[in-house]
């Protein structure tokens, strides 16, 4: 099966001062359609600096990536911007809903930024996916925590994603909230045939991906799991 993203040798070092930091330091990684990828390592292991390069939110020192395909190397940002359209969809630690917006004006910011009409069908049909369909109409600070990560997650859903990227989803709930989003992410890999990649630091959520990567010092100390393509 073919990867949706695909990273070679990438590297990002940060300069401070005369040293060097090196976030990232030689990774190879493929994500394909429908597996759930975790990325586990102690925090500064390069977990962030990973997935912001595999989502082309930032650039590599060194490497080559593709999107979908294409190589993104050298591409302009408004490039970037069509590349990643369509394909990546995000979810952050802490939500990022906007508070005076209902549950379905949050949703459907992803249509209004792509200056699209809504689509109350299918904000409602990606409500209902994450087992929010009577929220609807309630602000964020109506809803418990793991009701709003679920709500960022049906946002990220809203432009058809091929890949959810989750920078420490459940990194803001507490043990209880955090497995229902786990197993909604879950979910959506299997039924949806959507990639996630997520971060954590909760590795007995990790280790229930498809694939485990362990990141030490920005290199791979090890990866587990199986991969889909080969049964
Ligand atoms: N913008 C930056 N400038 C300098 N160093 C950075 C920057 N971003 C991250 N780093 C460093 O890179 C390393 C990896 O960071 P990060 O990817 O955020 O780790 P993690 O997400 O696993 O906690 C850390 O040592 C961090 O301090
Ligand atoms: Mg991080």
């Given at each position: 099966m073919n990867a949706i993203i695909e990273g070679r040798g990438l590297k990002r070092h940060?300069?401070?001062?005369?040293?060097?930091?090196?976030?990232?330091?030689?990774v190879d990684i493929a994500i394909r359609p429908g597996e759930l990828v975790s990325i586990l390592g102690p925090s500064g292991s390069g977990k962030t600096?990973?997935?912001?390069?595999?989502?082309?939110?930032?650039?590599?020192?060194?490497?080559?990536?593709?999107?979908?395909?294409?190589?993104?190397?050298?591409?302009?940002e408004d490039e970037l911007v069509e590349?990643?359209?369509?394909?990546?969809?995000?979810?952050?630690?802490?939500?990022?809903?906007l508070?005076?917006?209902?549950?379905?004006?949050?949703v459907e910011l992803p249509l209004t930024f792509l200056g699209r009409r809504s689509e109350?069908?299918?904000?409602?049909?990606?409500?209902?996916?994450?087992?929010?369909?009577?929220?609807?109409g309630h602000?964020?600070?109506?809803?418990?925590?793991?009701?709003?990560q679920r709500v960022a997650i049906a946002r990220a859903l809203m432009v058809e994603p091929r890949v959810l990227v989750a920078d420490e989803p459940t990194g803001?709930?507490?043990?209880?909230?955090?497995?229902?989003?786990?197993?909604?992410?879950?979910?959506l890999a299997k039924e949806k045939n959507l990639a996630v990649i997520l971060t954590t630091h909760n590795t007995a959520f990790g280790y229930e991906a498809d694939r485990i990567i362990t990141?030490?010092?920005?290199?791979?100390?090890?990866e587990e799991g199986r991969r889909p393509d080969v049964v």
């Open positions: 940060y300069r401070r001062g005369a040293e060097t930091v090196k976030a990232l330091d030689g600096t990973l997935i912001n390069l595999l989502s082309g939110l930032d650039a590599p020192t060194e490497g080559s990536l593709t999107i979908n395909g294409r190589a993104v190397g050298g591409m302009s590349v990643r359209r369509g394909v990546l969809g995000f979810v952050f630690q802490q939500f990022l809903l508070p005076t917006l209902t549950v379905t004006e949050n109350p069908a299918r904000t409602r049909e990606v409500l209902s996916w994450v087992g929010l369909g009577d929220r609807s602000l964020p600070s109506e809803l418990s925590g793991g009701q709003m803001n709930l507490d043990s209880k909230a955090g497995r229902a989003v786990l197993e909604l992410l879950k979910r990141l030490e010092d920005g290199r791979v100390r090890k």
